[in-house]
């Protein structure tokens, strides 16, 4: 399989710049098994799933994962937070001049001071100074990232807009797209008709957005993003296909964080909080697409 093969034509007019004015009020792709393709309204999503069905949520949420400022010695750098390690650590995308070396110094706006303590391989260890944890530096200071499809600046509205309603976990530097269409009405009507609604955490990384450098598909190396399965969730899939009923995964962030649950043995496993979390990376792992097949039998992805 080539790069090549994918190839088509996007004109830059039909590449959204602004969400629609309410959320939710979006068109909705029907592609259900043994049924005609249909261009719906994603309002009526309650009325494709059946009592009984799973949907799975990734319940990330995006951090403002923007810093800009400069080195001691005075270039301009841009850093983009790519995952918070602990309190005071995380890796980052680094823009600048030229890449800092270890023990360059950083200040950001807001008074941010950092150092680069280490490479790890694309990405720049960050140390960041004073008590303050790394997400309450960014929350303060940060700005939030814009996919780089969408031609502008950040503004207020995004800050809210560009968040899933039932985000919770900070973490992702991108959200987790197909859930952003979802409302606490549209969420109420599914629980009312007996739709389980389930939850993953996938923090989405600035890998989602690179290109495939690659001509051989197969030769492509895919970034690995953190990922945590409860046992909750678990066990709503199982029943759910004990029963016969579909599990719905929001999104390709959804799925691969299902997929990645069950890559080893082909089925989903509650594990100890301690061992839970680990990395998806998919696309590098080659998963055995027939455990993928048999875990999520007759599921459908949102995106």
Not at 104 to 114: M, N, S, V
Not at 190 to 207: C, D, I, N, P, Q
Request: proline content about 5%; glycine content about 8%.
């Amino acid at each position: 399989m080539q790069l090549s093969d994918f190839d088509f034509d996007l004109p830059e007019h039909l590449i959204a710049q602004q969400p629609p004015a309410e959320r939710g009020a979006s068109r909705l792709l029907s592609a259900l098994p043994g049924e005609p393709l249909r261009d719906e309204m994603f309002s009526v999503l309650p009325q494709l799933a059946g009592r009984g069905d799973v949907l799975v949520f990734n319940n990330t949420k995006v951090m403002k994962a923007r810093l800009f400022g400069q080195k001691a010695s005075g270039g301009k750098i841009e850093a983009l937070i790519e995952r918070v390690l602990d309190a005071h650590t995380a890796l980052a995308h680094i823009r600048s001049s030229k890449s800092p070396k270890p023990g360059t110094r950083l200040l950001f706006d807001g008074g941010i001071g950092a150092e680069m303590t280490a490479r790890e391989g694309e990405l720049f260890r960050l140390h960041f100074d004073g008590e303050e944890t790394v997400y309450r530096l960014l929350e303060q200071h940060g700005r939030l990232p814009l996919p780089p499809y969408i031609e502008r600046a950040a503004d207020g509205d995004d800050e809210s807009r560009y968040q899933t309603v039932y985000a919770k976990h900070q973490g992702a530097v991108a959200a987790p797209t197909a859930g952003l269409h979802f409302t606490d009405t549209l969420l109420a009507e599914l629980k009312a008709k007996g739709v389980r609604l389930a939850e993953v955490t996938l923090h989405v990384g600035a890998g989602t957005f690179q290109p495939v450098r690659t001509e051989n598909i197969a030769e492509h190396k895919m970034h690995s993003e953190w990922y945590d399965v409860p046992p909750e969730t678990v066990a709503a899939v199982e029943a759910a296909k004990a029963e016969g009923a579909k599990v719905w995964a929001v999104g390709t962030t959804s799925m691969r964080a299902l997929e990645s649950a069950a890559r080893e043995t082909g089925r989903l496993r509650a594990q100890p909080v301690s061992a839970r979390a680990g990395d998806a990376c998919l696309f590098l792992c080659g998963i055995d697409r027939g455990h993928a097949d048999r875990t999520h039998q007759g599921s459908l992805c949102l995106s």
